[in-house]
């Protein structure tokens, strides 16, 4: 369907569509650069028949605009294909995003098929039943330990809770002193001092 080019190690696929969206949008330049040119022309040709009347000239100056006029049909006829030949390009590229977009949809239904053949309804409904059976299990379990507590039992624990409780309230941290802290100075002056009132207290 198309053809490869390679170029620096890298190759690029270019597809038929690709190369009919690139000549349209060729043609469509080649038209507008001609309706450019011809546009110039009708503006000179209008300010020559303007200038051949009032020189007197009026027949030629008639020819003149005749030969303007059938130009303006030229013009408009190109601007029509113009807008064909875009609206083409257009159709194209649109539709090449379409055919993208239907092998995006192909590639996901097959991982979809692949993903259902390996694990089959057969296969959900037991992995749910299962499920199903340890939770029930699970549930009993609980029911028990909840049933196999008696009332004895159940004052105890909230008891015990109780006391954590009162043990966590009466947990308190150390207050954080608010005096400033001494200097290193007074610490130094404060030493002797000390060490004097130690050894009164050794010798008496």
């Known amino acids: 369907m198309g053809n490869v080019f390679a170029r620096k190690g890298c190759s690029s696929r270019v597809t038929e569509q690709d190369l009919a969206i690139l000549q349209l949008k060729q043609q469509r330049d080649k038209l507008k650069q001609y309706q450019r040119k011809l546009t110039v022309q009708l503006e000179k040709e209008r300010l020559l ?20 006029r059938y130009q303006d049909q030229l013009l408009d006829k190109t601007e029509t294909q113009i807008n064909n030949l875009e609206r083409m390009a257009q159709d194209l590229e649109f539709a090449q995003i379409e055919v993208k977009f239907l092998e995006g949809l192909k590639v996901g239904n097959d991982c979809l098929k692949k993903m259902h053949e390996a694990l089959s309804i057969e296969e959900v409904e037991r992995i749910m039943e299962e499920t199903q059976d340890a939770i029930e299990y699970q549930k009993q379990i609980d029911e028990m330990v909840a049933g196999s507590l008696s009332q004895e039992d159940e004052e105890a624990v909230l008891a015990e809770l109780e006391a954590i409780t009162q043990d966590e309230d009466e947990f308190e941290l150390p207050e954080v002193p608010t005096e400033p802290l001494p200097v290193v100075d007074e610490l130094k002056e404060r030493e002797p001092a000390k060490a004097k009132q130690d050894g009164e207290i050794l010798l008496a």
Request: no cysteine; hydrophobic share 40%.
């Open 49 to 68: 028949a303007k200038q051949l009347l009032k020189n007197g000239k009026k027949e030629r100056a008639l020819l003149l605009l005749k030969k303007k």
